[in-house]
């Protein structure tokens, strides 16, 4: 590489790059970082595969003087070096093999001895990192986890995070931050942590006896308060579809719904109200039984019918919240549409939804009744926890009091509006009526921008907030952006298998002002996100009632922009139901055709079959009553300009980015070029302003 003065400095040689899930990695600068340290002598750094598609780094050292400590080489490389580039374990030898003409001869470098552990990593040495590995394997959906394994390298990231903390606070009485796990993502790491971690909070447990009044969530007040407002909207339907292909099982089918809405009571609840206000009802299985109507239905006007059916209103204060609907392409050929009202589940709630129907209709199928464990709280606790544990906001000491102070400085002086490059104007009430385009990020950015995070500090979240900051800040937004985002709300063991709502929305404020740096941006993205995880509990609606902001119905308060990364839990939750007693099931698209907010990106991860990134795929769902869809596909492309410029360039200027598209450099030129004849200034300017 070229320095600053001019002078070369010889790296290595560029024939040893490997790459290892997803990263290329040039073996040569790891072996020099190795002699570097002064108890190094020499060192060579090869790729060993033992099990097919478990590539590890393993580093041969040479002492300079006795047996080098291979912890203190390893803290040496990975504080020079990203995670990726870490050795997974290290041999010492008495000298590196050479060839006849004295290179190094890879091939006679002796095997590393077993090691146990999914990534060759150090095994547990104590009872309270075997729990740890335990929890975050569990937590990731993986085999196994050594101690040396970095969470987020795993495919670990916030929403996965909130999970961990809520399984580590039940299995080892702990409160642990999220900011802890980004600070110390290995179980080796967070264990040294847990010896100064808080007394965990108080458990969620069943009630008992439960009281006859049991209130509403905080998410599920803002809910009814919106109902009350505008009415039923569809804006709030979560729908899902089914594509059941051979001999479906009507009986069995509405017999396993049964099952499904005894099971999580969140289905069979309504809205009622008293002298005190709201308050949950919770009805007789029978009562919110959803029929299942049958329709048949062409192939060609199944999408439409499907997205007719999704649109239509589901009343909070009748209704019950789940409403199936079956529709006959033919005697073998069948979709179940499932609407179910957000006051009742949320994407993560997918997952065991689909788990249970599965089971249940297979039991039901079998002529037996579903043999399944019993959830251990339902909603209702929930509610009531939800409501003793955040305290009184009249008690300063009260979690909900120190967390509304974190936000109330956080957010203060936040801008009420994002000033966004709508094609139409604001209407005084904003309807719901929207659409979405689709983008596609490459598996090469997409593998730059897991560098990058990884380099950083960071979460993949982290580092495509802040590309859409970035971008926000290029179309005319400002420099102080405040984007919405979802986090997980189950941060208690007793929830992870139930149905209900319990996602929070939090809002990410990025100062963008000073055209700072792209790495530069994303380590105070980093700041403000990890201090936001760390005060997540303040329910996004108290938030609201709390700061008070200026109120309109043409806009949703505090921010107008969403992102969710790695929004993909309801398509896999769906695509792993596989198959069913005589039938092949696999999940059709339906979609609202509803906007919450004026801008939602969602983006989903994607892999090969060797964990490698295999790109980015998303979309950007806008309000039809602001965006005419060509925009909405050049917003959509932008951002995928800026995500390619700092992958390849993470140091460049944010104001540096090129986020012009080719065909507005084209009508640029040409209208310098031509247009500017016999013109004047002051009619040129007013013709680029048009």
Same mark, same amino acid.
């Given at each position: 590489?070229?320095?600053?003065?001019?002078?070369?400095?010889?790296?290595?040689?560029?024939?040893?790059?490997?790459?290892?899930?997803?990263?290329?990695?040039?073996?040569?600068?790891?072996?020099?970082?190795?002699?570097?340290?002064?108890?190094?002598?020499?060192?060579?750094?090869?790729?060993?595969?033992?099990?097919?598609?478990?590539?590890?780094?393993?580093?041969?050292?040479?002492?300079?003087?006795?047996?080098?400590?291979?912890?203190?080489?390893?803290?040496?490389?990975?504080?020079?070096?990203?995670?990726?580039?870490?050795?997974?374990?290290?041999?010492?030898?008495?000298?590196?093999?050479?060839?006849?003409?004295?290179?190094?001869?890879?091939?006679?470098?002796?095997?590393?001895?077993?090691?146990?552990?999914?990534?060759?990593?150090?095994?547990?040495?104590?009872?309270?990192?075997?729990?740890?590995?335990?929890?975050?394997?569990?937590?990731?959906?993986?085999?196994?986890?050594?101690?040396?394994?970095?969470?987020?390298?795993?495919?670990?990231?916030?929403?996965?995070?909130?999970?961990?903390?809520?399984?580590?606070?039940?299995?080892?009485?702990?409160?642990?931050?999220?900011?802890?796990?980004?600070?110390?993502?290995?179980?080796?790491?967070?264990?040294?942590?847990?010896?100064?971690?808080?007394?965990?909070?108080?458990?969620?447990?069943?009630?008992?006896?439960?009281?006859?009044?049991?209130?509403?969530?905080?998410?599920?007040?803002?809910?009814?308060?919106?109902?009350?407002?505008?009415?039923?909207?569809?804006?709030?339907?979560?729908? *899902? /579809?089914?594509?059941?292909?051979?001999?479906?099982?009507?009986?069995? #089918? +509405? %017999?396993? =719904?049964?099952? $499904?809405? !005894? &099971?999580?009571?969140?289905?069979?609840?309504?809205?009622?109200?008293?002298?005190?206000?709201?308050?949950?009802?919770?009805?007789?299985?029978?009562?919110?039984?959803?029929?299942?109507?049958?329709?048949?239905?062409?192939?060609?006007?199944?999408?439409?019918?499907?997205?007719? *059916? /999704?649109?239509?209103?589901?009343?909070?204060?009748?209704?019950?919240? #789940? +409403? %199936?609907? =079956?529709?006959? $392409?033919? !005697? &073998?050929?069948?979709?179940?549409?499932?609407?179910?009202?957000?006051?009742?589940?949320?994407?993560?709630?997918?997952?065991?939804?689909?788990?249970?129907?599965?089971?249940?209709?297979?039991?039901?199928?079998?002529?037996?009744?579903?043999?399944?464990?019993?959830?251990?709280?339902?909603?209702?606790?929930?509610?009531?926890?939800?409501?003793?544990?955040?305290?009184?906001?009249?008690?300063?000491?009260?979690?909900?009091?120190?967390?509304?102070?974190?936000?109330?400085?956080?957010?203060?002086?936040?801008?009420?509006?994002?000033?966004?490059?709508?094609?139409?104007?604001?209407?005084?009430?904003?309807?719901?009526?929207?659409?979405?385009?689709?983008?596609?990020?490459?598996?090469?950015?997409?593998?730059?921008?897991?560098?990058?995070?990884?380099?950083?500090?960071?979460?993949?979240?982290?580092?495509?907030?802040?590309?859409?900051?970035?971008?926000?800040?290029?179309?005319?937004?400002?420099?102080?952006?405040?984007?919405?985002?979802?986090?997980?709300?189950?941060?208690?063991?007793?929830?992870?298998?139930?149905?209900?709502?319990?996602?929070?929305?939090?809002?990410?404020?990025?100062?963008?002002?000073?055209?700072?740096?792209?790495?530069?941006?994303?380590?105070?993205?980093?700041?403000?996100?990890?201090?936001?995880?760390?005060?997540?509990?303040?329910?996004?609606?108290?938030?609201?009632?709390?700061?008070?902001?200026?109120?309109?119905?043409?806009?949703?308060?505090?921010?107008?922009?969403?992102?969710?990364?790695?929004?993909?839990?309801?398509?896999?939750?769906?695509?792993?139901?596989?198959?069913?007693?005589?039938?092949?099931?696999?999940?059709?698209?339906?979609?609202?055709?509803?906007?919450?907010?004026?801008?939602?990106?969602?983006?989903?991860?994607?892999?090969?079959?060797?964990?490698?990134?295999?790109?980015?795929?998303?979309?950007?769902?806008?309000?039809?009553?602001?965006?005419?869809?060509?925009?909405?596909?050049?917003?959509?492309?932008?951002?995928?300009?800026?995500?390619?410029?700092?992958?390849?360039?993470?140091?460049?200027?944010?104001?540096?980015?090129?986020?012009?598209?080719?065909?507005?450099?084209?009508?640029?030129?040409?209208?310098?070029?031509?247009?500017?004849?016999?013109?004047?200034?002051?009619?040129?300017?007013?013709?680029?302003?048009?």
């Amino acid at each position: 590489r070229r320095l600053r003065d001019g002078g070369l400095e010889y790296l290595g040689r560029a024939d040893h790059q490997v790459k290892i899930r997803g990263f290329r990695i040039e073996l040569g600068e790891i072996e020099a970082t190795l002699v570097a340290h002064p108890a190094v002598a020499g060192a060579a750094v090869v790729v060993h595969e033992d099990r097919p598609g478990d590539k590890r780094l393993v580093a041969y050292v040479v002492p300079a003087d006795g047996a080098p400590d291979h912890r203190a080489l390893r803290e040496h490389v990975a504080a020079e070096l990203p995670e990726y580039m870490v050795p997974s374990q290290f041999v010492s030898l008495d000298v590196l093999p050479l060839t006849p003409n004295g290179k190094l001869d890879r091939k006679a470098l002796p095997a590393p001895g077993p090691i146990s552990g999914a990534s060759a990593g150090r095994a547990p040495r104590t009872a309270r990192e075997e729990i740890l590995c335990t929890l975050f394997a569990d937590v990731l959906g993986v085999a196994q986890v050594t101690v040396d394994d970095d969470f987020f390298a795993l495919g670990g990231h916030s929403l996965l995070a909130t999970r961990l903390i809520g399984r580590i606070r039940a299995a080892l009485g702990a409160e642990l931050s999220v900011r802890a796990l980004f600070e110390a993502p290995t179980v080796a790491e967070l264990a040294r942590r847990l010896g100064t971690a808080d007394t965990a909070r108080t458990a969620l447990t069943r009630a008992e006896p439960r009281p006859e009044r049991v209130p509403l969530s905080y998410a599920q007040q803002r809910l009814w308060f919106l109902q009350h407002l505008q009415g039923p909207s569809p804006a709030y339907n979560i729908p *899902a /579809a089914l594509r059941l292909s051979g001999d479906l099982d009507h009986d069995a #089918l +509405r %017999a396993a =719904l049964l099952d $499904l809405v !005894t &099971r999580h009571e969140s289905l069979r609840t309504v809205f009622a109200e008293d002298t005190e206000g709201p308050r949950q009802q919770i009805l007789h299985p029978a009562e919110a039984l959803p029929g299942l109507p049958v329709e048949g239905v062409t192939e060609d006007r199944l999408d439409a019918v499907l997205a007719d *059916a /999704a649109r239509a209103g589901l009343d909070l204060t009748a209704d019950a919240p #789940l +409403r %199936a609907r =079956l529709y006959a $392409l033919g !005697t &073998r050929e069948h979709v179940l549409l499932l609407v179910i009202h957000h006051a009742a589940t949320d994407g993560w709630s997918l997952q065991p939804l689909a788990r249970d129907l599965v089971t249940a209709y297979a039991a039901r199928a079998d002529g037996r009744a579903p043999d399944w464990a019993p959830l251990p709280v339902q909603y209702a606790d929930y509610s009531l926890w939800q409501h003793t544990h955040l305290g009184s906001e009249d008690d300063p000491d009260s979690a909900i009091s120190r967390q509304l102070a974190h936000w109330s400085a956080a957010l203060a002086g936040l801008p009420a509006e994002l000033n966004l490059p709508t094609d139409h104007p604001r209407p005084l009430v904003a309807s719901e009526n929207g659409d979405e385009v689709a983008f596609e990020v490459p598996a090469q950015v997409h593998e730059g921008l897991l560098r990058l995070a990884h380099g950083s500090g960071a979460s993949l979240f982290m580092v495509v907030q802040t590309a859409l900051a970035a971008l926000l800040t290029r179309l005319g937004a400002g420099d102080d952006i405040p984007v919405g985002t979802p986090v997980a709300g189950r941060n208690d063991e007793a929830l992870e298998d139930l149905i209900g709502f319990f996602v929070n929305t939090l809002v990410l404020r990025t100062d963008t002002s000073g055209n700072p740096t792209f790495t530069e941006l994303l380590d105070r993205v980093r700041t403000t996100d990890l201090a936001a995880y760390d005060h997540q509990d303040v329910p996004f609606e108290r938030l609201v009632d709390a700061l008070n902001p200026e109120r309109s119905l043409g806009r949703h308060p505090l921010f107008q922009v969403s992102l969710t990364v790695d929004g993909s839990d309801r398509q896999s939750a769906l695509d792993t139901v596989g198959q069913l007693p005589g039938l092949t099931v696999t999940r059709h698209p339906v979609s609202t055709r509803a906007a919450k907010f004026d801008l939602s990106f969602v983006v989903e991860e994607r892999h090969g079959d060797d964990g490698a990134p295999a790109g980015l795929r998303g979309a950007v769902e806008f309000r039809t009553d602001l965006f005419d869809r060509h925009t909405a596909d050049t917003v959509a492309e932008r951002f995928v300009r800026v995500l390619t410029a700092v992958a390849e360039r993470p140091s460049v200027r944010i104001g540096e980015v090129d986020v012009l598209l080719g065909d507005e450099w084209v009508s640029s030129a040409g209208e310098s070029a031509s247009g500017g004849v016999g013109s004047t200034v002051s009619e040129l300017f007013e013709a680029r302003v048009a």
